[in-house]
């Protein structure tokens, strides 16, 4: 993985994180970066079950609400494959990702829908989920400025690359075009090997 820039330090950065991130984007065409975002968004863990209001929990690493279960299941996956396994969990994200990308029609409205559903959008839950979007967007961002930094790009006052890279913010914009797939890997110092 010589070569390959790596993430900035947060809580999911392992070896497993990024090759499963990495086959999710590609198996469900979601940017890379925005799962990552999503996973630093939603600071789960493996195993962990959170409560919701509604009396829905949400699983694991990417929080997938148990109201995903059902379907799920159809594939033989259970909730404790969602909460326990952290590949089971980043998968079902981005297909989460990619079927409210293909309702919504951009990046931004998908991620809304992540946090509050993909229907019944009232004032008060689109504020709610506008700002979990405008969090997320703004990881992906500071993800996307890590990489460029790595890279040596540079961007222009309005955020136009000088070199050739797609920004989160102009695939949040739209662009149901295919994104550009990167793959990630850990440096030395983060995985404590030398």
Not at 29 to 40: G, S
Not at 49 to 59: A, V, W, Y
Request: glycine share 6%.
């Amino acid at each position: 993985m010589d070569g390959i820039p790596s993430l900035p330090p947060y809580a999911h950065v392992t070896r497993e994180a990024v090759q499963c991130a990495a086959q999710a984007s590609l198996r469900y065409d979601v940017p890379e970066l925005l799962l990552h975002a999503i996973l630093r968004k939603e600071n789960g863990r493996v195993g962990a079950s959170s409560k919701n209001r509604d009396g829905s929990f949400d699983l694991g690493p990417a929080q997938v609400n148990t109201k995903w279960v059902e379907y799920f299941a159809k594939f033989g996956l259970r909730k404790e494959h969602l909460r326990d396994d952290f590949c089971t969990n980043i998968n079902a994200s981005a297909y989460i990702i990619r079927d409210n990308f293909n309702k919504k029609r951009d990046w931004f409205n998908a991620i809304v829908a992540y946090n509050i559903g993909p229907n019944n959008w009232t004032p008060n839950r689109y504020r709610i989920g506008h700002k979990y979007a405008s969090d997320v967007i703004g990881f992906w961002w500071g993800f996307q400025n890590y990489v460029d930094a790595q890279r040596g790009i540079r961007r222009t006052a309005d955020g136009t690359p000088t070199a050739a890279a797609t920004s989160p913010i102009r695939q949040a914009q739209a662009s149901p075009a295919k994104p550009k797939q990167l793959v990630f890997s850990l440096s030395s110092d983060e995985t404590g090997s030398e």
